[in-house]
């Protein structure tokens, strides 16, 4: 069997799932380690699989955002961010385009340098890399190495033609369609990117490996043997780049696990207090617009007196504590994969993770996007039925009362189907195919 290296960016969201497909993998006979940054060792441990010390960007996320040791720099492009998800979809897209130059190809030379200690020292057959993790990716085809590419959120994150780009949703919700004119600048100062990025990544193959090809579109450099999605295959998904092989696995969520004693004390509570429970969560980066949260909670607890409401509220569960009661529990973090079998319904940001979790546990979902591919994920669950979608920017009373009514109408009877189809695939499918269709490791010459 061969020897694999999973290589994840320090961000928890993507550590994850990442570390759920290592298990996967070694679960099926492989040689597995999983290489991250030093503060993520235990999802090593838990998956079974060994660790490999390695920090691959600036930036870091190990639960909650705010909480996590960051640079001066990056704490205040978080700042920014949060900041702007408020003022509207482009603008937070805007946003973090412009911090995309900081961030996405700090150290080139030093991912480089140690991508290559880690294939001379432990020689894998092939490697496994987030789609976002570019100087990662950049890295592995200078150096000639075998990988597959994991893709994280929207398989649109693997771009797919001439006019898709990196940073603007292939879609949008209804909700939050921009004007044209909006469009048009969110497109041009994505253009700037693609361009300046694939300049970057074209002097960086010319002076390390002249020898390998350079990439057309540094955004669409992938592995050319295989893409594992976390997400499901929806039909009306634009057609990926010709070459992989693309692996819809559908979910990236490990093995149901009970709850543990204090939260299922806790969720036995609620029922007895409320017929319906929300869990509601926007993410380890979103739990700082606690604005959202509290509207969110407050108007389920003023439209909906059968429910009560789970809240992960970050590192502003101190600002929310005038919520909790009897039928509002407020946490920095929650089991939110645990939990979800334990609830009626989710109101997320439309993250993939929570999206995908949500199908796989049958649970309906209104979705609040606030940033990067949640518009094109929100807008995949609202075309799928799986979901309702609000502007957080806009939420006014009894929206979110009104729209949990709807969910348990129009979109509960829906979902038993998709936890089925989800059921069918999964990480251990991912890793099966993967192990079927990646090539060994090249003999020396």
């Given at each position: 069997?061969?020897?694999?290296?999973?290589?994840?960016?320090?961000?928890?969201?993507?550590?994850?799932?990442?570390?759920?497909?290592?298990?996967?993998?070694?679960?099926?006979?492989?040689?597995?380690?999983?290489?991250?940054?030093?503060?993520?060792?235990?999802?090593?441990?838990?998956?079974?699989?060994?660790?490999?010390?390695?920090?691959?960007?600036?930036?870091?996320?190990?639960?909650?955002?705010?909480?996590?040791?960051?640079?001066?720099?990056?704490?205040?492009?978080l700042a920014e961010f949060v900041q702007a998800t408020g003022k509207g979809a482009v603008e937070a897209l805007v946003t973090q385009a412009r911090h995309r130059q900081a961030d996405m190809l700090a150290d080139p030379d030093g991912v480089h340098a140690a991508l290559r200690a880690v294939d001379e020292r432990l020689r894998p057959d092939w490697f496994v890399v987030d789609q976002l993790s570019y100087p990662v990716t950049l890295a592995l085809h200078c150096l000639r190495l075998a990988y597959a590419t994991f893709c994280p959120g929207h398989p649109t994150y693997v771009l797919s033609g001439p006019g898709a780009?990196?940073?603007?949703?292939?879609?949008?919700?209804?909700?939050?369609?921009?004007?044209?004119?909006?469009?048009?600048?969110?497109?041009?100062?994505a253009e700037t990117n693609d361009r300046l990025f694939t300049e970057l990544f074209t002097a960086f193959v010319n002076g390390r490996a002249p020898q390998a090809p350079v990439p057309r579109r540094a955004f669409a450099l992938t592995s050319p043997?295989?893409?594992?999605?976390?997400?499901?295959?929806?039909?009306?998904?634009?057609?990926?780049?010709h070459g992989p092989a693309h692996l819809f696995a559908g979910h990236m969520t490990g093995p149901a696990e009970p709850l543990s004693a204090e939260w299922a004390r806790?969720?036995?509570?609620?029922?007895?207090?409320?017929?319906?429970?929300?869990?509601?969560?926007?993410?380890?980066?979103?739990?700082?617009?606690?604005?959202?949260?509290?509207?969110?909670?407050?108007?389920?607890?003023?439209?909906?007196?059968?429910?009560?409401?789970?809240?992960?509220?970050?590192?502003?569960?101190?600002?929310?504590?005038?919520?909790?009661?009897?039928?509002?529990?407020?946490?920095?973090?929650?089991?939110?994969?645990?939990?979800?079998?334990?609830?009626?319904?989710?109101?997320?940001?439309?993250?993939?993770?929570?999206?995908?979790?949500?199908?796989?546990?049958?649970?309906?979902?209104?979705v609040l996007p606030l940033s990067s591919d949640q518009f094109a994920i929100a807008r995949d669950a609202e075309r799928a039925g799986v979901g309702l979608v609000l502007d957080p920017n806009a939420l006014a009373r009894g929206d979110v009362a009104k729209?949990?009514?709807?969910?348990?109408?129009?979109?509960?009877?829906?979902?038993?189907?998709?936890?089925?189809e989800l059921g069918r695939r999964g990480p251990g499918w991912a890793a099966r195919h993967l192990l079927a269709t990646m090539p060994g490791r090249a003999p020396a010459p």
């Open positions: 069997m061969p020897r694999i290296v999973v290589v994840s960016p320090p961000f928890a969201s993507h550590a994850a799932p990442l570390s759920v497909l290592a298990a996967a993998l070694g679960a099926r006979g492989a040689e597995v380690y999983f290489a991250c940054a030093p503060a993520f060792e235990e999802l090593a441990v838990r998956a079974g699989v060994g660790f490999v010390p390695l920090t691959v960007t600036r930036n870091a996320n190990t639960g909650v955002a705010e909480a996590t040791e960051q640079a001066t720099d990056e704490a205040a492009r780009l990196f940073g603007v949703p292939y879609d949008w919700p209804d909700v939050l369609r921009p004007e044209p004119s909006q469009l048009a600048g969110l497109r041009s100062v043997s295989a893409v594992v999605y976390a997400y499901p295959e929806v039909p009306w998904l634009p057609a990926p780049p806790q969720m036995e509570l609620l029922r007895a207090r409320s017929e319906r429970v929300v869990l509601v969560a926007l993410g380890t980066f979103l739990s700082a617009r606690d604005d959202v949260l509290r509207a969110v909670v407050s108007d389920v607890l003023e439209g909906c007196a059968d429910t009560a409401v789970v809240v992960a509220a970050g590192d502003r569960t101190g600002a929310l504590a005038d919520l909790a009661g009897e039928r509002v529990v407020v946490r920095p973090t929650v089991p939110q994969q645990r939990l979800l079998g334990h609830v009626d319904a989710m109101v997320h940001h439309g993250g993939g993770n929570s999206f995908t979790e949500c199908l796989r546990a049958g649970v309906p979902a209104l729209a949990l009514e709807a969910l348990d109408v129009n979109v509960r009877p829906r979902m038993a189907g998709w936890a089925r």
